[in-house]
């Protein structure tokens, strides 16, 4: 549930921004296939890779966690 919770902040703050998958995954150094993943649901993220996803899209980890 958490994963689920996770994917949709990041995909509404890339929308958010203009970002495809693709230039958010450049951007970040993640592989496509990770943010791809993550966006999914279907894993979570690193705090590392949190941190890098938050930092391109210029808002904090607790936004992104809504923590």
């Given amino acids: ?3 689920m919770h ?4 990041i995909r509404a703050f890339r929308k958010l921004k203009g970002y ?3 230039e ?3 951007k970040t150094g993640i592989s496509l296939a990770v943010l791809g993943a993550v966006e999914r649901g279907n894993r979570g993220a690193e705090d590392r890779v949190l941190a890098k996803i938050a930092e391109v899209l210029d808002v904090s980890v607790e936004e992104l966690t809504d923590k």
């Fill in 20 to 22: 495809t998958q693709q």
């Fill in 6 to 9: 996770l994917a949709q902040r």
């Fill in 1 to 3: 549930m958490e994963n």
């Fill in 24 to 26: 958010l995954a450049v």
